[in-house]
C-alpha cells in the first residue's frame, strides 16, 4: 500500500493548548507523524512512501467556507501586525446565543474577532506554519485519492494535521481543513457514485458529520466516546442520523469508557453492515489510532494487534479505501499499531502476499 507523506507538517508545531482555562503541552506534535513514518518506511516494499501533487485550493472550497480559508492564509501575519504572539488561541467565541434572534455578525476583519468567529475552541493553535500545513495535509489526502480513483485497491495518506473536527466554516479540535471530506467530496464528484466516510476515530469527526449531513451521496459512520463524557461534547450522539435527503445516511455509535477489543469489535461490525446496507463504491477511512489502551487523552482499551484485525474487517468491504490518518497520541506505539491497521487490511486483501 503506497503511503503519501509530505514534510509540509513540520511547520506546524504548536507548543500548548488550554483545557478547561489550563495552559498545557500540546497533545498533537509534528513527532506522531514522524514516527509514524518511521514505523511504515522500515518496510518498504509493503509501504513505500511517494510525496503528495499540489492540488490547489478549488478541492477545499468546494467543502469550506471561503472565508475560512482565507482566514487561515493570512491570519499569522494579521496577529503579527497588532501583537507579536509565538501561539494564536481565542478567548471570545461567537456563541450561538450571544446573538440569539439577530442574524448572523458581520465577519469580523481584527485579528481577535477574527479567531473568535472561525475557531470553535481552545485546543487548537494557529502558529506561523499553520496554513502551509494544513494545506500540505490537503494535498496528502488527495494525492491518496489520486491513486486510488487511478486503480489502486487502498493508499494511505499520512495527513497532519488532522482534519475531521473541522465543519464547513470552523476549525477546531487540532484541526485545520477537513481532510477527509474534501477527499469523500472529491471522490463523489469524480466519480458520481457513493461514498462512505468510516470514522474510528475515538473521538466524533463533527466536521465531517456537518459537512455531509444533508447529503444522501455521502454516508458518515463513527464509533467513538460517547459525547456526553467525550470532545466534541455537541455532536456524535445516536439520534444524529441526518436530516433532509441526508435522513438516514447518517450512523454514530457512542461507546462506553474502557470499550475494549471484543466490544469495538462487535461495534465495527454493526458499522459495517450499514455500510454495506448504503453500498458506497469507495470508502474513506478516518483513521485514529487514539482509541489505544494507553491513549493520554482518550478511555477506550484496544490493544495493538486489534488494529489490525479492524483493518481486516474493513478489508472484507471489498471496496476501494482511501485511509487517512487523524489522531492518536501515544508517541511509543502510534507507528505501530497504524502499520498493524494497515497490514491487517492488506492481508485481508491478498492473503497470499505476506
Ligand atoms: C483529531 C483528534 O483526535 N482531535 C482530538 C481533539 C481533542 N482535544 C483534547 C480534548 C480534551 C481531552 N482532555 C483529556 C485530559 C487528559 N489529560
Ligand atoms: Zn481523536
New binding site residues.
Given amino acids: 500500500m503506497q503511503v503519501v507523506y509530505s514534510p509540509a507538517h513540520l511547520a506546524h508545531a504548536p507548543t500548548t ?1 488550554v ?2 482555562g489550563v495552559s ?1 503541552a500540546q ?2 506534535l509534528p513527532a506522531r507523524a514522524e514516527e509514524i513514518r518511521r514505523v511504515l518506511a522500515a518496510e518498504p516494499e509493503r509501504f513505500p512512501v511517494v510525496e503528495p501533487t499540489g492540488h490547489g485550493v478549488a478541492p477545499i472550497e468546494a467543502v469550506h467556507d471561503a472565508g475560512l480559508r482565507a482566514f487561515l492564509a493570512t491570519a499569522w501575519e494579521r496577529v503579527q501586525a497588532e501583537q507579536a504572539l509565538a501561539e494564536v488561541i481565542p478567548d471570545t467565541f461567537i456563541h450561538p446565543a450571544l446573538r440569539e434572534g439577530m442574524g448572523p455578525p458581520p465577519v469580523p476583519t481584527g485579528a481577535a474577532a477574527s479567531a473568535g468567529y472561525w475557531c470553535f ?1 481552545t ?2 493553535p494557529l502558529v506561523s506554519g499553520t496554513y502551509e500545513a494544513a494545506r500540505g495535509a490537503v494535498d496528502v489526502a488527495l494525492t491518496a485519492a489520486d491513486l486510488v480513483l487511478g486503480g489502486s485497491r487502498a493508499a494511505y495518506g499520512l495527513c497532519r ?5 473541522a465543519p464547513r466554516a470552523a476549525y ?4 485545520y481543513f477537513n481532510n477527509a471530506a474534501i477527499v469523500a467530496h472529491h471522490l463523489a464528484a469524480a466519480t458520481g457514485a457513493k461514498v462512505t466516510v468510516l470514522d474510528v ?3 466524533h ?1 463533527n466536521g465531517t458529520q456537518q459537512i455531509f449531513y444533508e447529503r444522501d451521496d455521502v454516508q458518515y459512520v463513527s464509533l467513538h466516546g460517547d459525547p456526553n463524557r ?3 461534547y455537541f455532536a456524535g450522539y445516536r439520534g444524529e442520523i441526518g436530516a433532509g435527503r441526508g435522513r438516514g445516511t447518517n450512523l454514530n455509535l457512542p461507546l462506553a469508557p474502557g470499550t475494549d477489543d471484543d466490544a469495538y469489535l462487535v461495534a465495527l461490525v454493526q458499522a459495517l453492515e450499514q455500510v454495506e446496507a448504503f453500498g458506497p463504491a469507495t470508502i474513506v477511512v478516518s483513521l ?1 489510532v ?1 482509541t489505544f489502551h494507553l491513549d ?3 478511555d477506550f482499551a484496544l490493544t495493538t494487534p486489534a488494529f489490525a484485525r479492524c483493518g481486516a474487517l474493513v478489508a472484507t468491504l471489498g471496496r476501494p479505501c482511501v485511509v487517512l490518518q ?4 501515544y508517541l511509543p506505539a502510534i507507528g505501530e499499531n497504524v502499520r498493524n491497521w494497515l497490514t491487517g487490511f492488506e492481508d485481508r486483501v491478498s492473503p497470499a502476499a505476506g
Fill in positions: 493548548e483545557e478547561l498545557m497533545y498533537e475552541e485546543m487548537t494535521p488532522p482534519g475531521h473536527h477546531g479540535g487540532y484541526c476515530d475515538y473521538h469527526g467525550a470532545y466534541p485514529g487514539d493520554p487523552i482518550a487523524e489522531g492518536g497520541y
